[in-house]
């Protein structure tokens, strides 16, 4: 009875001291609770004259809906010298019917305090994207803004910010995506800029990557390169290099029925794209109709490598999933295919295991979820070496997915052994050697099992 009384005279206090903790939340103005974090302590005059800016031009902060630079405020570092001295407030208009869309600049003062020195307009719905990249070789860097005019429609500026103003270098619509970024391989003479432009009228057949570098004072278009012609969407790019070294440009877009990866080199004859085929207009040795598994550099070597699925056989007549062995490609600057590597992607469960070079062409693969409302999926692989001949397929691997609260019981059943685990999941396999030696151990095994990562996409 006393353990009862002095239990309930606990709980009181806790729920009063609750009550007085939230009472600082519960009767604080709305507008209180809605306020846009503030900026660190020491930068009271830059919120200061932000506001002054805003109240001045009638103004909101606007959204910026893509990349790594998507605050409101930023304070940046132009110059190179380690001192954030740059800030950029984006902002909208909310009575202007042209160019509602504000960039106010703000330098930072040997006193500390930011003053307004430049502010530049333009049209739009929104801000699509902001990047910050020395284009000129300078060592200072310019100020690149995607502005969002429609839902497929982009303009894409860039200005090099002086102590007079903002100078305009840049000044391009497009449809697709860019890239900013060393695209031929020469550092020391700043970034370049590719702007990809997908066909939307129908009036003329192909897409098409345009090339930017910086000559007499702009940005000028020096190279334009076709694309696929089956693209229909999704495009995006990556600066990278091939399997010779030589610097490349990797588009993956999506195509009809599919997908592909159009590889474009900067030579002495311009922007090539080295792996469409003039005659049927697209990138036959990269398109692929199993979509799931995006170009990516599999084996951490520095080069990217395209996927080149191939169905492994079923296991009936009657089954309906399809499964599939995943080669993947590096490609030199003659438009050369090698293999590097095999895997099996398990997509659904966010796994794949880098395959040893003797299972493709031995084994197929299925699938057991019937325990699944357990917690419990499983991708199951056979040993079948000759699918011709009158040999039945073995199960000689099974990797597990476990998520259920018995999860680590489940993991510890006789045979099975952990591959990985975090907080909410066990990845656990059983391996039986009796039916093949496979050429790896359980230790080996643990080594080639990775969990899937996002995909890479450019602006």
Same mark, same amino acid.
């Given at each position: 009875?006393?353990?009862?009384?002095?239990?309930?005279?606990?709980?009181?206090?806790?729920?009063?001291?609750?009550?007085?903790?939230?009472?600082?939340?519960?009767?604080?103005?709305?507008?209180?609770?809605?306020?846009?974090?503030?900026?660190?302590?020491?930068?009271?005059?830059?919120?200061?004259?932000?506001?002054?800016?805003?109240?001045?031009?009638?103004?909101?902060?606007?959204?910026?809906?893509?990349?790594?630079?998507?605050?409101?405020?930023?304070?940046?570092?132009?110059?190179?010298?380690?001192?954030?001295?740059?800030?950029?407030?984006?902002?909208?208009?909310?009575?202007?019917?042209?160019?509602?869309?504000?960039?106010? =600049?703000?330098?930072?003062?040997?006193?500390?305090?930011?003053?307004?020195?430049?502010?530049?307009?333009?049209?739009?719905?929104?801000?699509?994207?902001?990047?910050?990249?020395?284009?000129?070789?300078?060592?200072?860097?310019?100020?690149?803004?995607?502005?969002?005019?429609?839902?497929?429609?982009?303009?894409?500026?860039?200005?090099?910010?002086?102590?007079?103003?903002?100078?305009?270098?840049?000044?391009?619509?497009?449809?697709?995506?860019?890239?900013?970024?060393?695209?031929?391989?020469?550092?020391?003479?700043?970034?370049?800029? =590719?702007?990809?432009?997908?066909?939307?009228?129908?009036?003329?057949?192909?897409?098409?990557?345009?090339?930017?570098?910086?000559?007499?004072?702009?940005?000028?278009?020096?190279?334009?390169?076709?694309?696929?012609?089956?693209?229909?969407?999704?495009?995006?790019?990556?600066?990278?290099?091939?399997?010779?070294?030589?610097?490349?440009?990797?588009?993956?877009?999506?195509?009809?029925?599919?997908?592909?990866?159009?590889?474009?080199?900067?030579?002495?004859?311009?922007?090539?794209?080295?792996?469409?085929?003039?005659?049927?207009?697209?990138?036959?040795?990269?398109?692929?109709?199993?979509?799931?598994?995006?170009?990516?550099?599999?084996?951490?070597?520095?080069?990217?490598?395209?996927?080149?699925?191939?169905?492994?056989?079923?296991?009936?007549?009657?089954?309906?999933?399809?499964?599939?062995?995943?080669?993947?490609?590096?490609?030199?600057?003659?438009?050369?295919?090698?293999?590097?590597?095999?895997?099996?992607?398990?997509?659904?469960?966010?796994?794949?295991?880098?395959?040893?070079?003797?299972?493709?062409?031995?084994?197929?693969?299925?699938?057991?979820?019937?325990?699944?409302?357990?917690?419990?999926?499983?991708?199951?692989?056979?040993?079948?070496?000759?699918?011709?001949?009158?040999?039945?397929?073995?199960?000689?691997?099974?990797?597990?997915?476990?998520?259920?609260?018995?999860?680590?019981?489940?993991?510890?059943?006789?045979?099975?052994?952990?591959?990985?685990?975090?907080?909410?999941?066990?990845?656990?396999?059983?391996?039986?050697?009796?039916?093949?030696?496979?050429?790896?151990?359980?230790?080996?095994?643990?080594?080639?099992?990775?969990?899937?990562?996002?995909?890479?996409?450019?602006?």
């Amino acid at each position: 009875m006393r353990k009862d009384l002095l239990r309930n005279v606990r709980l009181l206090v806790l729920s009063a001291l609750l009550a007085l903790l939230c009472a600082g939340c519960l009767f604080r103005p709305a507008d209180d609770l809605y306020q846009l974090p503030s900026l660190p302590e020491g930068y009271a005059s830059l919120q200061t004259a932000i506001q002054e800016a805003m109240d001045e031009l009638g103004a909101e902060y606007a959204t910026i809906n893509y990349g790594s630079n998507t605050s409101t405020v930023q304070l940046m570092d132009l110059d190179g010298d380690g001192a954030q001295e740059t800030a950029l407030a984006f902002l909208r208009l909310t009575t202007a019917q042209e160019q509602p869309l504000r960039v106010c =600049l703000f330098r930072q003062g040997r006193d500390g305090t930011f003053l307004r020195t430049h502010e530049i307009s333009g049209d739009g719905a929104s801000f699509h994207s902001v990047v910050y990249e020395d284009l000129n070789g300078d060592g200072l860097r310019e100020l690149i803004i995607s502005w969002q005019m429609s839902a497929r429609v982009y303009i894409l500026t860039a200005y090099a910010i002086t102590d007079t103003g903002a100078m305009e270098l840049m000044n391009t619509t497009y449809n697709a995506s860019y890239l900013v970024g060393d695209l031929d391989g020469n550092a020391g003479n700043g970034s370049e800029v =590719l702007v990809l432009q997908q066909n939307s009228t129908g009036e003329v057949v192909g897409n098409w990557a345009e090339y930017y570098r910086y000559q007499d004072g702009v940005m000028a278009m020096t190279y334009t390169a076709l694309l696929s012609d089956n693209i229909v969407g999704g495009i995006s790019a990556r600066a990278g290099s091939l399997a010779d070294a030589v610097p490349c440009i990797y588009v993956s877009g999506e195509a009809e029925g599919g997908a592909l990866t159009d590889i474009l080199v900067l030579d002495q004859n311009g922007l090539r794209n080295i792996t469409r085929d003039d005659a049927s207009g697209i990138s036959s040795a990269t398109f692929r109709s199993y979509a799931d598994v995006a170009a990516t550099d599999i084996n951490d070597d520095g080069v990217l490598e395209i996927p080149l699925p191939v169905q492994v056989p079923p296991l009936t007549e009657e089954q309906e999933s399809v499964y599939y062995v995943i080669y993947w490609r590096q490609f030199d600057s003659s438009g050369n295919a090698a293999v590097s590597c095999s895997t099996y992607h398990a997509v659904s469960d966010g796994w794949y295991l880098m395959l040893p070079d003797s299972w493709p062409g031995s084994i197929t693969i299925g699938r057991d979820d019937s325990r699944s409302s357990r917690g419990e999926r499983a991708v199951v692989f056979y040993y079948w070496p000759d699918v011709e001949g009158e040999t039945d397929p073995e199960v000689f691997l099974t990797v597990y997915v476990l998520t259920g609260n018995n999860r680590e019981a489940w993991a510890n059943r006789s045979g099975r052994f952990v591959l990985y685990s975090d907080s909410s999941t066990i990845y656990a396999a059983s391996l039986n050697e009796e039916v093949w030696d496979c050429g790896v151990t359980r230790e080996e095994l643990a080594q080639r099992f990775r969990l899937i990562t996002v995909a890479w996409s450019s602006q």
